[in-house]
């Protein structure tokens, strides 16, 4: 599986922007793709998650100002962000968690990562 994401950028405090993430390859794994972030310092937590059944779920206060979508057809997943705030200011990572099952029975779980978008909110 590979991702791909796009949307990142500048902006002030109170704009918006909207990421973007495209996964490819081997998609029938795919269980979930959702968005992490990660601030200079700080570890990685997750931004929210959207399921293939349509179920979504967010970080601790984001919910409100990110939304997130997605488009199974395409294997795409969206993240609006509103009202950004500096503490915004993140490498966001797009992630695909696949859920492989074998014939025995058996299964196993599997991350995949994007490469990041740098998000900056300056004050």
């Known amino acids: 599986v590979q991702l791909v994401e796009s949307g990142g950028g500048v902006v002030q405090t109170g704009d918006s922007l909207r990421l973007s993430c495209t996964a490819s390859?081997?998609?029938?794994?795919?269980?979930?793709l959702g968005w992490y972030r990660q601030a200079p310092g700080k570890q990685r937590s997750m931004v929210a998650t959207?399921?293939?059944?349509?179920?979504?779920y967010y970080g601790d206060s984001l919910k409100g100002r990110f939304s997130i979508s997605g488009d199974n057809a395409k294997n795409t997943v969206y993240l609006q962000m509103n009202n950004l705030e500096p503490d915004d200011t993140a490498v966001y990572y797009c992630?695909?968690?696949?859920?492989?099952?074998?014939?025995?029975?058996?299964?196993?779980?599997?991350?995949?990562w994007g490469q990041g978008a740098q998000v900056t909110v300056s004050s």
């Open positions: 992630n695909a968690d696949c859920q492989v099952d074998y014939p025995d029975g058996g299964g196993a779980s599997y991350d995949y």
């Open positions: 390859g081997d998609t029938r794994c795919i269980t979930a």
């Open positions: 959207y399921t293939r059944g349509g179920n979504t």
